[in-house]
């Protein structure tokens, strides 16, 4: 399957027996030693890093120059801030990436690195060039927890969220290995947060790093180029409505309860209803243009002719848009990608329902790399799902009502 892969394996992977492997590779989250990691900072909370170091807050702006515009990670480069400066930041602060543990090139150029979380844990980054631009799609948690039924990540269970600056390490990351040069054109335009993990179940870590992608001194990037991607956290999407605009996408997968729930189990929490209620608060809050709903499409599970006329019934009328994301299937799976011809018709009906749609391109999965694919890898770890605590609360919410 792979043999138009070219698999390249980094070095530092070889730790293991080296002193503090296991507590550097903690460092790696952010905190390592007691030292700060300027990746982790948005402009306000570097600003009030520089104050409490003694210094102006506009060496903010000076270090954020640095870090994204001119993709610098040594102190001892920053040639324009004081020599003392320097010191103090090169002895309380940090600027640490995630490592790479290795990458893959699929034969349509996309590129995939895993990278290193902990000890025994890493996760996956996938970059998607195109003619018109560069998507880079990022993790936000190492597994996930929320248990989608077709989804291989799912398989994995949840070990923990990343912090701000292993989410924005990405991004930093990323731009290196593609070659970015400081007054060379940007490389990676748009940035999705479609890689492992629930994004809005790590709310507090995934705003800060959105705030980051976003800002002037930042990485800079519009915000209709941002995509947050989620299944369907109710109350964390009224909570982002309120803190950050970055585009919206929405993984419906189902136009009715019975089967969302079974697809997507967080359904059983917030149904599709609530779900919607809180896509078109989020477009009117932010004066949005539309929220993308993904559609996984599944042979003889959610894409007959009858559930496309459903959903657009459901969208009809709503700044919403469909990607029907064809099935990416996986060893043990269960489920099987849709036809060609069945995918086109669902898209016809949306249309001819008033629902904007389009098919998502697949790319990179000769080396494991498309949509809900990835897997990353972990160890060590107890699995956590969803599903469990989702049925308790769900029966707490029907004892409740009855
Ligand atoms: N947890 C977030 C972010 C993941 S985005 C979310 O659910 O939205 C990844 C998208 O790919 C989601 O829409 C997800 O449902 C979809 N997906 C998962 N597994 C897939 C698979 N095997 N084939 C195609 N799409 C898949």
Request: charged share 20%; with cysteine; aromatic share 6%.
């Amino acid at each position: 399957m792979n043999t138009d892969a070219d698999q390249t394996t980094h070095g530092g992977d070889t730790a293991g027996s080296g002193e503090g492997a296991g507590r550097g590779e903690a460092a790696s989250s952010g905190e390592g030693a007691g030292r700060v990691n300027l990746l982790g900072l948005t402009r306000e909370q570097l600003q009030a890093y520089c104050a409490l170091l003694g210094s102006k807050p506009f060496r903010a702006r000076q270090l954020m120059n640095w870090l994204y515009k001119r993709g610098c990670d040594r102190f001892e480069d920053m040639s324009d801030l004081a020599l003392g400066f320097r010191a103090l930041l090169a002895e309380r602060a940090e600027i640490r990436l995630p490592q790479i543990v290795s990458q893959q090139q699929a034969a349509d150029g996309t590129r995939k690195w895993l990278l290193r979380a902990d000890e025994s844990q890493a996760f996956e980054m996938v970059y998607i060039p195109e003619s018109d631009r560069g998507t880079l799609c990022i993790s936000s948690q190492v597994g996930c927890a929320l248990d989608c039924a077709f989804c291989a990540t799912a398989q994995q269970g949840f070990n923990r969220n990343l912090t701000t600056a292993e989410i924005v390490g990405q991004v930093w990351l990323a731009n290196r290995e593609l070659g970015f040069e400081p007054a060379g054109d940007r490389i990676i335009t748009n940035v999705v947060l479609m890689g492992m993990g629930e994004p809005l179940a790590n709310f507090r870590n995934v705003v800060p790093a959105l705030r980051i992608f976003l800002d002037d001194l930042g990485f800079d990037l519009s915000r209709r180029r941002v995509t947050l991607s989620t299944s369907g956290l109710v109350p964390q999407i009224y909570r982002l409505a309120q803190e950050i605009n970055v585009a919206l996408a929405v993984s419906l997968h189902a136009p009715d309860d019975e089967l969302r729930s079974r697809l997507v189990p967080i359904n059983r929490l917030h149904p599709i209803a609530e779900l919607l209620a809180a896509c078109w608060h989020y477009i009117d809050e932010q004066n949005g243009r539309s929220v993308t709903f993904e559609y996984v499409m599944l042979d003889q599970v959610n894409d007959s002719p009858a559930q496309a006329r459903a959903l657009a019934r459901l969208l009809a009328g709503h700044p919403a848009k469909v990607n029907l994301i064809p099935f990416n299937p996986y060893p043990g799976s269960g489920f099987r990608r849709s036809s060609d011809a069945a995918i086109g018709q669902f898209r016809d009906l949306l249309l001819r329902g008033g629902v904007m749609a389009t098919v998502r391109r697949t790319r990179g999965d000769d080396i494991d790399a498309a949509c809900g694919q990835l897997v990353g890898r972990v160890m060590d770890r107890t699995v956590v799902r969803l599903g469990s605590r989702v049925e308790a609360a769900a029966s707490r919410v029907a004892r409740a009502s009855a």
